[in-house]
């Protein structure tokens, strides 16, 4: 790391997301700019031609439509050079069959930084685990360009792609409806009404039928599956 400027800082959830420009498989971007109304993820993963990044990449772009029904893009990172980065995904594309998942194209880019600029930024280097890969982050960006999410895996442990949907769908739920999601939330599930503000609220909320409040601070309700999923995904 000699000569290089390395930032501890690190992004928070209601940052702004940091701005960079930068080289990837499928050409120059600028983020999160040219993402302005869209959702992204931007994550990292820690080298090429590894196992558990391998599935994980699978994975990912076996989902990426998915994803871009809820408005989302996909954009990944590691500190691999791009010509790296190509060959890898066309040995995915050519060799790899894992879990029913065989001829797998890459279509959203992926970032090279050599020079650990972007990762740094994002704090993606975590030197306890790694100091020369990324970690395996996961950056949720929502349409004005703020850091909504923030998740860390080692490297050992691929992600859990349920929970990086879910949290998609569950952050777009709560702006969408006003509302928060209880643990292990799921579209159809009821959901949390904000806390009542006043005494009076709080009683007749107490009475309602269309509110189950376990206490006067603790109020749910029913939002069905397909208002939310109407809501959220495009077609
Ligand atoms: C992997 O993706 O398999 C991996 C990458 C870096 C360290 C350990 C595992």
């Not at 971007?29 to 090429?48: C, K, M, R, T």
């Not at 196992?51 to 954009?75: G, I, R, W, Y």
């Not at 100091?131 to 996961?138: E, G, L, P």
């Not at 159809?188 to 006067?216: F, N, Q, Y």
Request: aromatic share 10%.
């Amino acid at each position: 790391m000699e000569g290089q400027t390395v930032t501890t800082a690190m992004p928070r959830i209601g940052d702004k997301a940091p701005s960079f420009k930068a080289v990837t498989t499928q050409g120059p971007i600028e983020f999160p700019e040219q993402y302005a109304g869209n959702w992204v993820i931007l994550f990292s993963h820690p080298a090429d031609f590894t196992p558990v990044c391998t599935s994980e990449f699978m994975t990912f772009a076996t989902m990426e439509e998915q994803f871009a029904k809820a408005n989302c893009k996909l954009v990944g990172l590691s500190v691999d050079g791009l010509y790296s980065h190509i060959a890898w995904l066309r040995t995915i594309k050519e060799k790899i069959e894992y879990k029913g998942m065989k001829d797998v194209e890459v279509k959203f880019p992926l970032i090279e930084d050599i020079t650990m600029e972007v990762a740094n930024k994002y704090g993606m280097i975590q030197p306890g685990e790694a100091t020369t890969k990324a970690v395996r982050a996961v950056f949720f960006i929502d349409p004005a360009g703020v850091i909504r999410t923030i998740i860390y895996y080692p490297l050992s442990l691929g992600r859990n792609f349920d929970e990086l949907y879910r949290v998609l769908i569950g952050l777009q739920t709560a702006d969408k409806f006003g509302v928060a999601l209880p643990a292990d939330w799921r579209p159809g599930d009821d959901v949390i009404v904000p806390t009542a503000g006043s005494c009076g609220v709080a009683k007749e909320r107490m009475e309602s039928t269309e509110m189950t409040c376990h206490d006067w601070f603790f109020c749910t309700k029913k939002i069905a599956k397909d208002e939310v999923l109407k809501a959220i995904l495009k077609g």
